[in-house]
C-alpha cells in the first residue's frame, strides 16, 4: 500500500464537514470519522465499521470507517452529516496498490488516557489505525513502537489516524 494523500479536518460544533483529498483512479480513499450523533454517509461510501466509543447522558460519540473507490483521478470530496450539531471530525486516507478494504476487528475501548494493548496484525499487512477521544488530550496521540505515520488536525485531536503501509510491527503495539 503507497499513501498517495492524507487529510485531516475538524469542526468544533457542525451537522456537517466537507473534506478533500488528491486520489489517483484506482485508490482507495478511506473515511475515519468521529460524530456525537447519527452520521449520514454521502452516496459512494461504503461502511466498514461504526461504533459508540463514548456515551454519556450529554454525549454519545461514535468511530466510524467508510471507503470508496477513486474512479478517476483528482480531488475527491467527501461531505459528512450528523444528525445534530456537534463536533464532527473526518480524516481522508487515499491509498494507492489496493484492491478493497476490509475492517480487522481489532477494537479496544477504554476510558481515560491509559495505554491501549493493540492486537497483532499479519506481518506484512497495511493497515489503518483509528482512535477517537471524548476530551481534548494534552497532547498527540502516540504509538509504540513508534514506526507509523500520524494524521491528525492540531496539537491534541479528537480524532486520530495511524497509517501502516506494511513495515510496522505485527505485534506489541500499544497508543496512548
Not at 33 to 44: D, E, N, Q
Not at 47 to 67: K, M
Amino acid at each position: 500500500m503507497t499513501v498517495t494523500d492524507k487529510q485531516a479536518y475538524a469542526a468544533d460544533s457542525s451537522t456537517t464537514l466537507t473534506g478533500s483529498v488528491s486520489a489517483n483512479a484506482g485508490d482507495i480513499v478511506v473515511a475515519i470519522i468521529t460524530a456525537r450523533s447519527a452520521v449520514t454517509l454521502p452516496s459512494g461510501l461504503t461502511l466498514l465499521y461504526d461504533s459508540g466509543v463514548f456515551a454519556s447522558n450529554d454525549c454519545n460519540q461514535r468511530l466510524i470507517f467508510a471507503y470508496m473507490p477513486a474512479t478517476t483521478s483528482g480531488s475527491i470530496n467527501v461531505t459528512v452529516t450528523q444528525a445534530s450539531q456537534a463536533r464532527l471530525c473526518l480524516n481522508l486516507v487515499a491509498c494507492g496498490g489496493v484492491n478493497t478494504a476490509s475492517f480487522f476487528d481489532g477494537s479496544v475501548a477504554t476510558s481515560s488516557s491509559e495505554l491501549l494493548s493493540a492486537p497483532d496484525k499479519p506481518a506484512g499487512a497495511s493497515l489503518i489505525w483509528g482512535l477517537s477521544s471524548n476530551y481534548w488530550s494534552s497532547g498527540n496521540w502516540v504509538t509504540s513502537p513508534a514506526d507509523l505515520t500520524f494524521l491528525g488536525t492540531g496539537s491534541a485531536p479528537r480524532n486520530g489516524t495511524f497509517i501502516d503501509v506494511g513495515g510496522g510491527a505485527a505485534s506489541g503495539r500499544t497508543f496512548t
